[in-house]
T-cell receptor, first 115, second 114 residues
Framework: NAGVTQTPKFQVLKTGQSMTLQCAQD?????MSWYRQDPGMGLRLIHY???????DQGEVPNGYNVSRSTTEDFPLRLLSAAPSQTSVYFC??????????????FGPGTRLTVL | AQSVTQPDIHITVSEGASLELRCNYS??????LFWYVQSPGQGLQLLLK????DTLVQGIKGFEAEFKRSQSSFNLRKPSVHWSDAAEYFC????????????WGAGTKLIIKP
């Protein structure tokens, strides 16, 4: 199992550019989520999904879009990058039931800088 | 409002000394409780979790945590730290159901003195 993978690891954008952060998991987890991590603020939930075709907003969804066409993939799209979106982005997944319900697996993160 | 507080932004401990990282939460019912660790430049790894039952839970890497309902706390402990424990530690809570969303503390950065 590769677990949760994220690409790219680093990205620099100019204000107004768009891009997609990729996230994939091979554990057949129903639940996937995107967080951003900023110094002194812990992790904040951007969007999440409880299965293919189902997505919902988290705490800080503005400026981001997601879709979930397959169980494995959960890309995060920045529509028009702003300097306030400079952050480290983490994708995570977990099952919705069973004994692993309570264990969330994280990807290695994408460090994004918006100039 | 639901919240998680980690009162210490940084903690410095000598190698071999004991460690306690504090976590307090504000929640309507007994939540799921978690501690995660993040090594520099890495993702987050689950250290331990509490759902119900025995209030002292054991985790990986020699860590343990104790749930104290009366104090709304879930403090992380280790009897003797190693230099490799230098990392950032996050406490998180979530409602006890399958669609839980985690609420995260701001993290405590652990610095180990040789």
């Amino acid at each position: 199992n590769a677990g949760v993978t994220q690409t790219p690891k680093f990205q620099v954008l100019k204000t107004g550019q768009s891009m997609t952060l990729q996230c994939a998991q091979d554990m057949n987890h129903e639940y996937m989520s995107w967080y951003r991590q900023d110094p002194g603020m812990g992790l904040r939930l951007i969007h999440y999904s409880v299965g293919a075709g189902i997505t919902d907003q988290g705490e800080v969804p503005n400026g981001y879009n997601v879709s979930r066409s397959t169980t494995e993939d959960f890309p995060l799209r920045l529509l028009s990058a702003a300097p306030s979106q400079t952050s480290v982005y983490f994708c995570a997944s977990r099952p919705q039931n069973g004994k692993e319900l309570n264990t969330q697996y994280f990807g290695p993160g994408t460090r994004l800088t918006v100039l | 409002a639901q919240s998680v507080t980690q009162p210490d932004i940084h903690i410095t401990v000598s190698e071999g000394a004991s460690l306690e990282l504090r976590c307090n939460y504000s929640y309507g019912a007994t939540p799921y409780l978690f501690w995660y660790v993040q090594s520099p430049g890495q993702g987050l790894q689950l250290l331990l979790k509490y759902f119900s039952g025995d209030t002292l839970v054991q985790g990986i890497k020699g860590f343990e945590a104790e749930f104290k309902r009366s104090q709304s706390s879930f403090n992380l402990r280790k009897p003797s730290v190693h230099w490799s424990d230098a990392a950032e530690y996050f406490c998180a809570v979530g409602p006890p159901d399958s669609n839980y969303q985690l609420i995260w503390g701001a993290g405590t950065k652990l610095i180990i003195k040789p």
